[in-house]
């Protein structure tokens, strides 16, 4: 297991950028398929796109074109730049490995403003 730690969020205007990261400790990290997932207030925690080991990536029909996931194994680290940003993006953002077999971290709150 790895642990994560999320930095960046922060308020921001609807039509805003906002770039998140997250940095993980451990061994293995280029192997691993990490993703970011997300939890709107008062609704369950979903995923929202995945980066593989070898650079794939997926993303989540509601944030296609307007997220993208990055990763750097040198700092063992995977970032999620945001633009576009609308209300329904509002929530805690967390990282993880793709399926999840790490606690999870604190996470970074994301509130968008209309």
């Known amino acids: 297991q790895v642990q994560l730690v999320e930095a960046g969020g922060g308020l921001v205007q609807a039509g805003g950028s906002l770039t998140l990261s997250c940095t993980a400790s451990?061994?293995?990290?280029?192997?691993?398929?990490m993703a970011w997932y997300r939890q709107p207030p008062g609704k369950e925690r979903e995923w929202v796109e995945l980066?593989?080991?070898?650079?794939?990536?997926i993303y989540a029909r509601s944030v296609k074109g307007r997220f993208t996931i990055s990763r750097d194994n040198a700092k063992n680290t995977i970032s999620l730049q945001m633009s576009s940003l609308k209300p329904d993006d509002t929530a805690v953002y967390y990282c993880?490995?793709?399926?999840?077999?790490?606690?999870w971290g604190q996470g970074t709150q994301v509130i968008v403003s209309s």
């Open positions: 451990g061994s293995g990290f280029s192997t691993l398929t």
């Open positions: 993880n490995t793709q399926p999840v077999n790490s606690y």
């Open positions: 980066i593989t080991s070898g650079d794939g990536t």
